[in-house]
């Protein structure tokens, strides 16, 4: 099992930067994608990046250049840095992992007011 813990959503104006972190926890050795994920009020979920074990990365057109994702291995985290955001951007944000299964976080909020 993997416990996924996020944190650093909160309330931005549009042009601000806030990073996102995903700390996880237990058999986390067997991880090969870590992934975030966004929805939004009345929205089906969307992938917003991703990140293999072998450090390829993917990112939805409209975060390119925007959005960054990242690991530190040693901590067992994995970060997205979203900066110039804007009202769009605004969601409930989740972690995801995947290795002999697919673990989900609870989801941080991002607010990012005009």
Same mark, same amino acid.
């Given at each position: ?8 959503? =909160? ?5 601000? *930067?806030?990073?996102?972190?995903? @700390?996880? $926890? ?5 991880? &090969? %994608? ?20 072998? =450090? ?5 057109? *409209?975060?390119?250049?925007?959005? @960054?994702? $990242? ?5 067992? &985290? %994995? ?36």
């Amino acid at each position: 099992q993997v416990q996924l813990v996020e944190s650093g959503g =909160g309330l931005v104006q549009a042009g601000e *930067s806030l990073r996102l972190s995903c @700390a996880a $926890s237990g058999n986390i050795f067997s991880i &090969t %994608v870590m992934r975030w994920y966004r929805q939004a009020p009345g929205k089906q979920r969307e992938l917003v990046a991703a990140l293999t074990s072998r =450090g390829t990365t993917y990112y939805t057109t *409209s975060v390119k250049g925007r959005f @960054a994702i $990242s690991r530190d291995n040693a901590k067992n &985290t %994995v970060y997205l840095q979203m900066n110039r955001l804007i009202p769009e951007d605004a969601a409930v944000y989740y972690c995801q992992m995947s290795g002999r299964s697919d673990y989900w976080g609870q989801g941080t909020q991002v607010t990012v007011s005009s």
